[in-house]
């Protein structure tokens, strides 16, 4: 359910010449009830990527994936399969792939007292 607090990704897609957008607010994708900041990535081929932070009112904020490969969308579905350690609060997401579909995720996340970069990648090798 949502509420007046909740903030959700959407998405409108441009594929086969037209576009779909959401018609609803149930029509969201991604984990929360709690999203913040996100970066998007798309290839020549279409393949995307999408880097977000999520939280709840116990968790707090954490890097998860979307992911748009051979036609088909894979979200993560629960608050447990972030990329992120188990830690303090993420942010600043950014993503990137090249022309041979290596992906990089690159975020903040705070250690207590500092902050790191840390970062996830995919490498077809």
């Known amino acids: 359910a949502t509420n007046a607090t909740d903030t959700r990704l959407f998405k409108s897609e441009y594929q ?3 576009w779909t957008h959401p018609v609803t607010l ?4 991604g984990v929360g ?3 913040d900041e996100f970066a998007v990535q798309m290839d020549a081929l279409g393949e ?7 939280k ?20 993560a579905a ?7 350690p188990t830690g303090p609060d993420t942010s600043l997401p950014r993503v990137s792939i090249d022309g041979r579909n290596q992906v990089v995720v690159l ?3 705070s250690t207590g007292a500092n902050g790191h970069a840390f970062i996830s990648e995919y490498r077809d090798i």
């Open 33 to 35: 009830p709690t999203v």
């Open 78 to 84: 629960a608050l447990s399969e972030h990329i992120s």
């Open 107 to 109: 975020w903040r996340q």
């Open 48 to 54: 995307t990527v999408i880097a977000y932070t999520a």
């Open 56 to 75: 709840d009112a116990v968790q707090p904020f954490a890097m998860y994936l979307s992911e748009f490969r051979l036609g088909q969308w894979q979200h």
């Open 26 to 29: 149930a029509a969201h994708f």
């Open 16 to 18: 086969g010449g037209r």
